[in-house]
């Protein structure tokens, strides 16, 4: 069974492009997961389609209201589905949980907008609370995006070729070395000789040098 995927989301336009195009579109096309995006408006049932609202204490902005939350969810979800939040205060993101999530069989995803959303939401009807990194979206529909982009790379068959999941930032708690492609000159620019050498031991010398090289001038802490 491939990986079902629902995003509720307050625009759903926001992943058109992103669903159709590349690597995903192809994996999407070729069966290995499906994703669905949702309007969270179809579930507001007043005749304004209202989701959100003033938050109770005061402040600025407006919240997710439960109402068409819970609707939503509790029409989507299936029995050991996994209800996830995007929100900037949750986990973050790594190569370690979005293998994980890949493994699953059903995720709904649940963007949040303007100030984020009632606690009761997260609370009842959410799981697993993940945040893509220590900044501030508008809303998560991007970071919706971004999981969904990081977790298909694990899936059997989406890549294609299997192997380029192993020479990958992170994967060797490394980050990646340089590449070069043709051609082997490029306004006075050369590749450097080891690569054009066909010596196979030399160039993983010289790669594993360059790994080690970046890691410790731009995330010593990875070396830790
Ligand atoms: N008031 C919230 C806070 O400070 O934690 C921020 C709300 S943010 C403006 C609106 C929505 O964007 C959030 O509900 C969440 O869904 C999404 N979002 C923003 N930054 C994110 C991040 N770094 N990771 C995941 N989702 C994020």
């Known amino acids: ?19 159709a195009e590349s690597i995903l579109g192809k994996g999407i096309a070729a069966g290995y997961l499906g994703v669905k995006v949702h309007d969270l408006r179809a ?3 007043d005749k304004h389609r209202t989701a959100d609202d003033r938050p109770f204490g005061g402040g600025a902005g407006m919240v997710l209201k439960p109402e068409p939350v819970f609707a939503a969810i509790e029409q989507l979800q299936t029995p050991g589905c996994r209800r996830i939040y995007l929100t900037p205060d949750g986990l973050p993101l790594s190569p370690a949980m979005a293998q994980s999530l890949a493994r699953e069989r059903h995720l709904i995803f649940l963007s949040g907008h303007y100030e984020g959303i009632d606690q009761r939401i997260r609370d009842h009807v959410i799981d697993q609370e993940v945040s893509i990194g220590d900044y501030v979206l508008t809303n998560g529909t991007l970071a919706a995006a971004v999981v969904i982009d990081a977790l298909a790379r694990f899936i059997p068959g989406v890549l294609g070729e299997e192997k380029s999941l192993t020479h990958e930032s992170f994967s060797s708690k490394l980050l990646d070395f340089p590449q070069y492609t043709r051609p082997a000159e490029f306004r006075g620019m050369s590749v450097p000789e080891v690569l054009l050498s066909g010596n196979h031991a030399e ?12 890691t410790r001038q731009v995330r010593p802490d990875l070396l830790n």
């Open 1 to 19: 069974m491939p990986l079902a995927i629902d995003v509720l989301t307050l625009f759903p336009r926001m992943l058109d492009g992103f669903l």
């Open 43 to 45: 579930w507001a049932t």
């Open 203 to 214: 160039i993983e010398k010289w790669r594993a040098a360059r790994q080690m090289e970046k």
